[in-house]
């Protein structure tokens, strides 16, 4: 049972592990711990290691730190009694993912209301919660692999679990509920990890009610700027991942979902159109709006400017010594992330649901290991814009597709991709961004379906980033790489005799 061991790995007491770091990998591969019997000493460790700030962030980095290291392989079953173990007590593995996860938000909660939670503590649990869901995700795909896992259903926030993972007995959606969504494309991976701790979401929606007493979702999105939508209908798209958060204020939390749409609605009335999307992220331009200041608003209005959101904001310092924020046209070195309102401890996880399917019929991977896979390409590009000095090619082509792209938005076409005022430079490092992992796409998918195929589960993380960086690496060799005609480094450019 090793994809479960794994994580009761991460939560063990650090007398779990070895002096020697060779030693405890070893023993995280060769020796993974019974998840039946590890489970109740597991949970109870987790609570002792997470009452203390500074042992908070020592428990958390070391473990996670340490699977950062392993191979995929480490995290499954090679066994056919280890398989056949782990098929019967999938479903209860999961179960168990999901309370931890569910502690862990606890914890946090107990440390910020005593006033003891810092800036490190609540990053390593950031973190913490993205490998939770990770491993969720390869196993939930495991179990799908094996016929253990047949029925999926398509809405949000629908089916049977391990589908969708609820923390109440019964689902029911209430005015002021929150929706937070992780998308398909680069811009939403983009925005979802632009945070000096990566998050897993991009876009934050509110329940409403509209002037006929009618459940609506309002939203901000990039094409259209705010959207009123009603709530069956918005209900029945295909999401990566949506989770349900509720404000533990119940009175604030109905003023605000009738204020998002006040806000909405009266704007459309005074000016003929919706809020034009906020390109900046700043909640200081009362003219456009992004889909998180539209939730900030809402709940200032609500709450006669008492409860301000987030608790904490996401920073985003890690892109001082690059212009990519600059040319994305933002400012802040602190912003309103969508995921912030995951940590938030005025909010209570409801459910957390996730689409299991393929999107679309011609894609070749399910929606999730492609989301992952985007991940993956996304934080290398982040990483080598941040720490190996490269950075986005400004060429003649890229301009003239940006161009080309602002006239065509002008004439009337990709409405649904871009709205008319989007910044030049914004437009052209989203190409520039989406061209880039395009290429990369074109590398890694292929190499991840043949490896599926061979072990019959994913890759780790980590194995796909050093594809990818091997790939880049190469390409620096190459005198017309296509890639390096989008991004490169001035000692690549060195090598080839051209100039960036």
């Known amino acids: 049972m090793k994809i479960a061991s794994m994580l009761f790995l991460v939560m063990t007491a650090p007398s779990v592990w070895a002096n020697d770091s060779h030693t405890e990998i070893n023993s995280m591969i060769f020796k993974p711990l019974n998840f039946v019997n590890e489970v109740a000493k597991s949970i109870s460790q987790i609570d002792t290691n997470l009452k203390n700030p500074d042992k908070c962030v020592e428990f958390i980095s070391d473990k996670l730190d340490k699977i950062d290291r392993l191979k995929s392989d480490s995290f499954f079953p090679q066994t056919d009694a280890e398989s056949l173990a782990l098929e019967e007590k999938g479903n209860d593995t999961l179960a168990k993912l999901f309370h931890i996860q569910l502690m862990v938000r606890k914890k946090q909660r107990e440390l910020s209301l005593s006033g003891k939670l810092n800036y490190d503590c609540l990053q390593n649990i950031r973190r913490s919660t993205r490998y939770i869901r990770?491993?969720?995700?390869?196993?939930?795909?495991?179990?799908?692999?094996?016929?253990?896992?047949?029925?999926?259903?398509?809405?949000?926030?629908?089916?049977?679990?391990?589908?969708?993972?609820?923390?109440?007995?019964?689902?029911?959606?209430?005015?002021?509920?929150?929706?937070?969504?992780?998308?398909?494309?680069?811009?939403?991976?983009?925005?979802?990890?632009?945070?000096?701790?990566?998050l897993q979401f991009s876009h934050l929606a509110i329940l409403g009610l509209n002037e006929k007493n009618e459940k609506v979702i309002i939203e901000a999105l990039i094409p259209y700027g705010t959207k009123i939508s009603p709530f069956k209908?918005?209900?029945?798209?295909?999401?990566?991942?949506?989770?349900?958060?509720?404000?533990?204020?119940?009175?604030?939390?109905?003023?605000?979902?009738?204020?998002?749409?006040?806000?909405?609605?009266?704007?459309?009335?005074?000016?003929?159109?919706?809020?034009?999307?906020?390109?900046?992220?700043?909640?200081?331009?009362?003219?456009?709006?992004?889909?998180?200041?539209?939730?900030?608003?809402?709940?200032?209005?609500?709450?006669?400017?008492?409860?301000?959101?987030?608790?904490?904001?996401?920073?985003?310092?890690?892109?001082?010594?690059?212009?990519?924020?600059?040319?994305?046209?933002?400012?802040?070195?602190?912003?309103?992330?969508?995921?912030?309102?995951?940590?938030?401890?005025?909010?209570?996880?409801?459910?957390?649901?996730?689409?299991?399917?393929?999107?679309?019929?011609?894609?070749?991977?399910?929606?999730?290991?492609?989301?992952?896979?985007?991940?993956?390409?996304?934080q290398s590009i982040y990483n080598w814009t941040i720490m190996d000095n490269y950075q986005f090619v400004d060429s003649w082509k890229i301009n003239m597709k940006t161009i080309l792209?602002?006239?065509?938005?002008?004439?009337?076409?990709?409405?649904?991709?871009?709205?008319?005022?989007?910044?030049?430079?914004?437009?052209?490092?989203?190409?520039?961004?989406?061209?880039?992992?395009?290429?990369?796409?074109?590398?890694?998918?292929?190499i991840e379906e043949r490896f599926y195929q061979q072990k019959k589960h994913s890759l780790h993380f980590q194995e796909m980033l050093k594809i990818l960086k091997d790939f880049r690496n190469a390409e620096c060799e190459i005198t017309d790489s296509e890639f390096n005609g989008l991004m490169a480094t001035k000692a690549c450019f060195r090598k080839t005799g051209r100039e960036i």
């Open 233 to 378: 209908e918005w209900m029945k798209q295909k999401e990566a991942r949506v989770v349900l958060f509720r404000f533990q204020d119940s009175v604030v939390a109905e003023n605000a979902g009738r204020a998002a749409f006040d806000l909405a609605n009266s704007y459309i009335g005074r000016h003929g159109h919706t809020i034009p999307y906020d390109f900046h992220m700043s909640s200081l331009d009362a003219d456009t709006i992004f889909c998180a200041e539209l939730i900030e608003n809402a709940f200032l209005a609500a709450s006669s400017s008492k409860v301000l959101l987030p608790e904490h904001k996401s920073m985003t310092t890690k892109f001082k010594s690059t212009p990519f924020l600059k040319n994305m046209g933002i400012d802040a070195s602190e912003i309103f992330a969508p995921g912030d309102i995951e940590f938030d401890s005025r909010f209570d996880l409801l459910a957390e649901y996730r689409f299991l399917g393929k999107y679309d019929e011609s894609d070749s991977v399910p929606l999730l290991r492609k989301v992952r896979m985007q991940d993956a390409i996304i």
């Open 405 to 446: 792209a602002k006239i065509m938005r002008y004439i009337g076409f990709l409405k649904d991709r871009m709205p008319s005022h989007m910044p030049y430079s914004s437009l052209k490092t989203v190409i520039q961004f989406e061209d880039t992992s395009h290429i990369l796409e074109a590398h890694l998918f292929p």
């Open 134 to 198: 990770f491993m969720e995700d390869m196993l939930i795909e495991w179990l799908i692999e094996r016929k253990k896992i047949t029925q999926f259903s398509d809405d949000v926030l629908s089916g049977e679990f391990p589908q969708l993972m609820k923390n109440v007995d019964s689902l029911e959606f209430k005015i002021g509920d929150l929706f937070l969504i992780r998308g398909k494309s680069y811009v939403s991976g983009m925005i979802a990890r632009i945070g000096d701790t990566e």
